[in-house]
């Protein structure tokens, strides 16, 4: 069974430039959350989409969108780069059902503002 | 909202010893507290996990036990081996089957030989 893809890897972006990361889940998994990983901050959440249907957002400005398509893959979008959205940006999925709660995360997308 | 604390936040032991890590949540509703590991460069993954009707649980090595009338759980790690060096975070969720995860800053655990 395929993990958790994301793509891209590693990206460099300039200040006020927009930047979009796509998450792959695992094959029969509905939900897709996003963390944003920084060393001062440790994991946190940025929002969870289940269905294709934002479930739960967390406390981020509205430059951090996303959506999540018919075959669970998912994108995230910032607009307006800062240089403090400097981060790994780490998608995880899970089934989203109410008995289960292991989050599977992929290797992320390491972004870079300069 | 939600907010976990976790201490501390290095631990340095020698293999062999015991490891401590705790972490207190402020949500009375919170019911689900997983632990997941994070080595270097790599991505989190669960160790273990514990709902909020069960007070304690262990596998091998590691156990969680949770005090929910001091809203805090902890990590025990037995016997700690080189191996276990990694970055362990707490979480906390109010809502069941959601993803959702409140984390802790993390703990840097480092096991020396």
């Known amino acids: 069974k395929a993990g958790v893809t994301q793509t891209p890897r590693y990206l460099i972006k300039t200040r006020g430039q927009q930047v979009t990361l796509s998450c792959s889940p695992i094959?029969?998994?509905?939900?897709v959350s996003w963390y944003q990983q920084t060393p001062g901050q440790g994991l946190q959440f940025l929002f969870e989409?289940?269905?294709?249907?934002?479930?739960n957002k967390g406390n981020f400005p509205g430059r951090f969108s996303g959506r999540q398509f018919s075959n669970s893959r998912s994108e995230m979008n910032v607009s307006t780069l800062e240089l403090g959205d400097s981060a790994l940006y780490l998608c995880?999925?899970?089934?989203?059902?109410?008995?289960?709660?292991?989050?599977?995360f992929g290797e992320g997308s390491r972004l870079t503002v300069l | 909202g939600e907010n976990v604390e976790q201490h501390p936040s290095t631990l340095s032991v020698q293999e062999g010893d015991s490891a401590v890590i705790k972490c207190t949540y402020s949500?009375?509703?919170?019911?689900?507290f997983p632990w997941y590991k994070q080595e270097l460069g790599k991505r989190p993954q669960l160790i273990i996990d514990?709902?909020?009707?069960?007070g304690e649980k262990k596998d091998q090595r590691i156990a969680v036990t949770l005090n929910k009338t001091a809203k805090h759980f902890s990590l025990h790690i037995t016997e700690t081996q080189p191996e276990d060096s990694a970055v362990y975070f707490c979480?906390?969720?109010?809502?069941?089957?959601?993803?959702?995860?409140?984390f802790g800053k993390g703990t840097m655990l480092l096991v020396s030989p």
């Open positions: 995880a999925s899970s089934t989203g059902t109410a008995q289960t709660g292991e989050l599977f």
């Open positions: 094959s029969g998994h509905r939900s």
């Open positions: 989409y289940f269905s294709e249907t934002q479930r």
């Open positions: 949500d009375s509703a919170s019911n689900y």
């Open positions: 514990i709902r909020s009707n069960v």
């Open positions: 979480a906390a969720s109010a809502r069941s089957g959601y993803s959702t995860l409140t």
